[in-house]
């Protein structure tokens, strides 16, 4: 109750306190993490002025650096499971501060994967966020093998299938929304989308926040984290979420042969899911009336390249 407090000394003075509380804490369970986020939200929820908003929203992101070993990670999880069921919840007169909380949270998640030198698994769990959460797309566990096959073989070489059957293969995956890998999950679940605002907010502000954490260069490392965009944009059922990703990340990353001398921050590293992205462009090109046909992949500089 006193994180809801209406006065802002004693949620902050109560915020101070449960990050001394946690940082003593070596495990918890998922349903306590939960109980925490959802005080903390609506400890959000009563803040008042945009610089009142702005601090308290790098005090509740700091908090993933506040736990000993990988409970800031189940924060996060837990910070993603909230902002999801109270994302419908929140008026348009709040909306601009949660946004600044997503976006504070995911720079210190990535802080997070980098003071831990972008360890395998922390990088997975980083993504799994992403691939779970905001940015999740439909998958089909009755894919025939030999499709699972193809995507697998796709996402560890680049080489894809023969260029005769190429496209044909990436067109079926289009049509069938299907993840890159096998689902797992239990098939009377029926997929549920998140919140499109959280999804397109995240897909805005990812790559600022990416390269505010690592500067110039992004580590070979943390490319896991950034393809989980690259097959949203590729697989996403929806005609936003591609566009979106093309032109505020893909535009950025997919880069054309560089000038002589110029340092090139950041490549995707697979030319095969690159063509795809741009294959799935096209199409949702020609599906406008009236619109040429390259003019998505041309506008969100999806143009193949070698690495």
């Not at 997975?124 to 073989?153: E, F, K």
């Not at 993840?179 to 897909?203: E, F, K, M």
């Not at 926040?209 to 949203?232: F, H, N, Q, S």
Request: proline share 6%; net charge positive; glycine share 6%.
């Amino acid at each position: 109750a006193r994180l809801a407090h209406t006065e802002k000394a004693v949620r902050d003075k109560t915020v101070g306190n449960l990050s001394v509380w946690l940082a003593s804490r070596a495990e918890m369970p998922e349903l306590e993490l939960l109980k925490v986020w959802k005080g903390l939200f609506y400890c959000m929820w009563m803040a008042d002025k945009a610089p009142v908003q702005n601090e308290l929203s790098e005090s509740l992101a700091a908090l993933v650096h506040s736990f000993q070993g990988d409970l800031g990670l189940e924060l996060g999880r837990a910070f993603r499971a909230t902002m999801e069921r109270e994302w419908g919840g929140i008026d348009v007169l709040r909306l601009d501060k949660f946004y600044y909380l997503v976006r504070r949270m995911f720079r210190e998640l990535f802080a997070y994967a980098r003071e831990r030198e972008w360890a395998e698994g922390t990088v997975a769990a980083v993504a799994s966020m992403l691939a779970d959460g905001p940015l999740r797309i439909p998958s089909s566990s009755a894919a025939p093998a030999s499709q699972d096959a193809d995507r697998a073989a796709a996402l560890a070489s680049g080489a894809g299938p023969p260029a005769k059957r190429a496209k044909k293969a990436a067109a079926k995956k289009v049509a069938r929304g299907v993840w890159s890998q096998a689902d797992t999950r239990d098939t009377n679940i029926r997929w549920v989308p998140a919140p499109r605002g959280l999804s397109y907010h995240t897909i805005d502000v990812f790559w600022s926040e990416l390269r505010a954490v690592c500067g110039d260069v992004v580590p070979a490392a943390a490319y896991p984290i950034v393809d989980v965009l690259v097959m949203a944009c590729a697989f996403s059922p929806d005609r936003v979420t591609p566009k979106r990703v093309a032109e505020r990340v893909l535009g950025c990353i997919v880069d054309p042969e560089p000038a002589e001398g110029e340092n090139v921050p950041f490549a995707v590293r697979n030319p095969h899911i690159v063509s795809m992205v741009a294959e799935r462009l096209g199409e949702l090109a020609k599906a406008k009336v009236g619109a040429p046909a390259h003019s998505l992949a041309d506008q969100a500089g999806c143009r193949t390249r070698a690495v």
